[in-house]
Every structure is written in C-alpha cells, then in structure tokens.
C-alpha cells in the first residue's frame, strides 16, 4: 500500500510595483472611465483636457504595472496649492493606492514650496473626509449648495467642505 503525502505550499505573491507618470491627454479615456466609476456628478472630457493642457497645473497618473489605477489634478499657486481631482479605480479601492498618490503630490508640493494644500469634498462623501481626516486635513469651511446631487437634477444641491492641509516645505526640512 502506497501512502501519499500532501503538502500544502503558499503561492508566491510578486508585488506589482507602482509608478507615478506625468498624466497626459494619451489616456484621457482611460481617466474619464476612472472618473465616471467613482464619481455622483463626473467631470466632461473637455475639463480634463484643459486641466491636462494648463502649465500651471500638476498632473499625475498612478500606474499598477501598466494600468492606470488612479490619477491626480492639483494646481500650485506660490505657497498654497489646491486639488482639483483625485480618483482611484473603484476595484483599487482601499488598499492605499490613494494614500501613495497623495504622498506623491504632497511631496511635490512641498518641493515647489507650498505650506499647505486645500480641497473640496462633498459632505455626503464619508468615506473620502474619513480617509482626508486620517492624512492629516481639517475641515476649515463649509460651502452651501455648492455641488449638484446628481448629475440628472441641477436644482438638488449639496454643501461642500473644504479641508486643509498643512505641509512643511524642503526648505523648512532643511533647515531642521
């Protein structure tokens, strides 16, 4: 009688590594998809393109591999900056693929100078104050009825929180 034994071994997991690239007009579709998943009232293709096409503003594309799964649009005015869009892909979620993009933008910002960096959230979008919270923002205002509800009844409006971020600049951590 033959005996057989079983062995059970792990699957070896390779980490897939992610990558920051300058966004660019070449995978709009791409990030007008991302938006469209992850947002109540997404941005028109034509806001993305000028937002692309604006020197003034900072754009980066979070790749897994050779896959956008995220993206950033933030503008730099002398030591302040404001993000104007930030998505990750729905099926990306939760797994601090947004903490990385933000560290990266923050990290840029803070290269460039700013001392802090504000956003706008809608109040009904808990789950991105909480994450917003945990990176370190504050909310400092409020805007009433400043976003449509949907994208289907103009007159359905919600308020919108605007959060702050204070950064320290690498002079400031130079000088340490």
């Not at 604006?54 to 754009?59: C, G, H, K, Y």
């Not at 601090?96 to 504000?118: D, P, R, W």
């Not at 919270?133 to 976003?147: A, D, L, P």
Request: some cysteine; charged content about 20%; overall charge negative.
């Amino acid at each position: 009688m033959k005996s057989a034994i079983t062995t059970k071994a792990k699957a070896t997991i390779r980490p897939i590594s992610t990558s920051f690239k300058v966004l660019s007009t070449e995978i709009l579709d791409q990030v007008v998809a991302i938006e469209c998943n992850s947002s109540k009232s997404p941005w028109p293709t034509e806001h993305f393109r000028s937002s692309l096409e604006n020197s003034n503003n900072l754009s980066y594309a979070l790749m897994l591999g050779d896959k956008l799964i995220g993206y950033v649009i933030a503008t730099l005015a002398i030591d302040s900056a404001d993000i104007l869009n930030i998505a990750i892909d729905s099926g990306c979620q939760r797994q601090g693929y947004a903490t990385k993009l933000l560290s990266h933008l923050v990290n840029e910002f803070s290269e460039k100078g700013a001392k802090e960096v504000f956003l706008e959230v809608r109040v009904s979008n808990n789950g991105a104050i909480s994450f917003y919270n945990s990176q370190g923002f504050k909310q400092i205002s409020v805007r009433e009825n400043y976003y449509m509800k949907n994208s289907n009844d103009s007159t359905e409006r919600e308020d919108g929180i605007i959060m702050r971020l204070e950064i320290a600049t690498t002079e400031n951590n130079n000088a340490l």
